[in-house]
């Protein structure tokens, strides 16, 4: 028996969540099977699956463009608002974060920790109040700070970033809070990857 997703479980699964994350917080943009496939590293199939159900329900909207399928957010609807809202508090950490991080210089690797990666990863618990961020590398800590607020106010709740070097990242430590930060769940956030 497969579970619900312990950050949203009236979501079907995992894959349905991430999904919805990434095309309803991103409603001025068109993604093609194979981008989303991508995004959320999961297989041409189910991605096919899960957006065919999507799109039946009124929630994306898709177009053909050659061979390519491209599927959108449907913001003409009544549920557009709400929808948009529980995703950003719910799923919305991953894609926001990882874009508001995506043209930082300095940035090696991000992840999100704490209670929303111990959700995320499908442990039980009440929904997180917060989202814990590790920045490993050096870039400026105003630009986390502004980063933070910003990334705060879009999802409702508090974003508290933590930066710490490559090479403390890298090696053993006697660091209680790094020790703490291994031992949990960590979700990657992909700073890196190009947005259109």
Do not use: C
Not at 32 to 38: M, N, P
């Amino acid at each position: 028996m497969k579970m619900s997703p312990s950050l949203l479980p009236l979501l079907r699964s995992q894959l349905q969540g991430d999904l919805l994350a990434l095309v309803v917080l991103h409603p001025e943009r068109e993604f093609s099977l194979t981008e989303l496939s991508a995004e959320v590293g999961a297989s041409h199939t189910a991605v096919l699956r899960e957006v065919d159900r999507l799109v039946e329900a009124g929630i994306f909207r898709d177009r053909r463009v050659g061979r390519s399928r491209l599927v959108a957010s449907r913001t003409d609807t009544a549920l557009a608002g709400p929808l948009a809202e529980v995703i950003a508090v719910t799923y919305g950490p991953l894609p926001v974060l990882s874009d508001a991080l995506s043209g930082l210089a300095g940035v090696r690797e991000a992840y999100i920790y704490g209670s929303w990666a111990a959700r995320y990863e499908g442990e039980p618990g009440v929904p997180p109040a917060d989202v814990d961020v590790l920045v490993v590398g050096d870039p400026d800590p105003d630009a986390l700070f502004d980063i933070a607020e910003a990334a705060s106010r879009r999802l409702r709740r508090e974003v508290s970033v933590h930066r710490v070097s490559a090479e403390a990242w890298a090696g053993p430590t006697g660091d209680p809070f790094l020790t703490s930060v291994r031992e949990r769940p960590l979700v990657r956030l992909n700073p890196h990857e190009e947005r259109q």
